[in-house]
């Protein structure tokens, strides 16, 4: 996981099954005997959802290097796996795969898992609902499926997650992925000054605390590039027995749009598909729903899930509303200083698509297919002025 700053510092979190003392070691050049130069103890650990989980904490890494890492106990070694971090400048082009509802269908959110392993991208966005009753069986199931992401060659791909209301509690996640704040709100800096991406609690108060930190986040930031929130439950969904999300209509969209960076967002939830047009909030002539359409300084609104969760039909759509269409997808973000790109990836075709390299993430993959509505599968999303 990265739960901080991704240039500098990373979670390793596995379930250690037998074997006593485990450590972690690593090193930036791929040892030949498991001569790793640095190791590190075990932060904490703990027994959430019958699993034994251990949390390592690495700090001060070097920005833009791969490190490669081995988990010792007293029956070995484990095979070696490895991350890469961000580089620490604004002027390096980032890719992101960002999701979420990957709930009850293990087969389909196995796809977009080998997705993520073939497409390499600097980090997964995961924004809740990660499985349907929170139980041990079912995260269990979801940490198997979720190997599927780590490429042939040992990559793996850090995460930042979100809760979404089918994690029961904050504890189901700060238990399993050594989140920094026990409500499950906190910010993760990518690229140096580029990209500060918010992660949002849409299952508690969304005044108080919460918006207190989203206030100082996004305050604290407003010198970057770019700032994208990302919360589980879509503030209007598109799937119409959904309810609306006047919560973060009235604490979170009047400070996301007193900032300038902030462009893009991303919800969940739905399980469909929606990209909006850039809106801003408005109960004016040519409104819906309390917003509007305005292309030089709105947000555009992006996701609605749908990992492997059943799929819903997107019958609640706006004015302004860009595309909408129950698809399993997941979206694929490219960040530079200059814009944002973001691509809809249909993936249950992923056994035809070829594997990019860390340093071919950008290019189109053979076998690829993109969500192609009327209005393009390319969303370009520019700096305001
Ligand atoms: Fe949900």
Redo the contacts with the bound molecule.
């Keep these: 996981m990265f739960n901080s700053n991704a240039s500098y510092e990373a979670t390793i979190a596995w379930n250690q099954l037998s074997g006593e003392n485990p450590t972690l070691h690593f090193d930036t050049v791929k040892p030949s005997e498991f001569n790793f130069s640095h190791s590190v103890s075990i932060e904490t650990s703990n027994k959430a959802k019958s699993m034994n989980t251990h949390f390592a904490r690495l700090t001060n890494l070097k920005p833009d290097q791969k490190y490669y890492f081995s988990i010792k106990d007293s029956e070995g070694y484990s095979i070696i796996y490895h991350f890469s971090t961000v580089p620490d400048v604004p002027t390096e082009r980032l890719s992101f795969i960002a999701g979420g509802?990957s709930r009850d269908l293990s087969e389909t959110r196995r796809k977009g898992n080998k997705m993520v392993a073939k497409l390499k991208p600097h980090a997964v966005l995961f924004n809740?609902?990660f499985t349907g009753l929170d139980t041990p069986k079912q995260w269990v199931e979801w940490f198997d499926d979720w190997e599927h992401s780590i490429a042939e060659d040992g990559r793996v791909t850090p995460l930042v997650v979100t809760r979404?209301?089918?994690e029961l509690t904050n504890h189901s996640i700060r238990n399993l992925f050594n989140v920094p704040h026990k409500r499950i709100y906190y910010d993760v800096q990518f690229g140096g000054t580029l990209l500060n991406i918010i992660s949002l609690n849409s299952e508690i108060y969304k005044f108080g605390r919460q918006k207190l930190f989203l206030r100082n986040s996004l305050k604290t930031h407003d010198h970057f590039n770019w700032q994208i929130p990302q919360y589980?439950?879509p503030i209007r969904a598109h799937v119409a027995h959904k309810k609306e999300m006047n919560t973060e209509y009235r604490n979170f969209v009047p400070l996301f749009e007193k900032h300038k960076n902030v462009r893009l967002c991303l919800e969940?939830?739905s399980h469909t598909c929606k990209v909006t047009w850039p809106i801003i909030q408005s109960e004016g002539f040519g409104s819906e729903e309390g917003f509007i359409r305005n292309d030089s300084t709105g947000i555009v609104y992006a996701g609605e899930?749908c990992w492997g969760a059943p799929l819903r039909a997107a019958n609640d759509s706006k004015c302004w509303t860009r595309n909408a269409e129950a698809v399993n997808q997941v979206n694929w973000i490219f960040v530079d200083q200059s814009k944002i790109e973001v691509r809809t990836i249909l993936y249950e075709n992923v056994a035809e698509v070829s594997d990019l390299s860390e340093k071919t993430r950008f290019d189109m993959p053979d076998g690829i297919r993109l969500w192609t509505p009327s209005n393009g599968a390319v969303v370009t999303i520019l700096p305001r002025r």
């Design positions: 509802d809740g609902d979404g209301n089918h589980h439950r969940n939830d899930g």
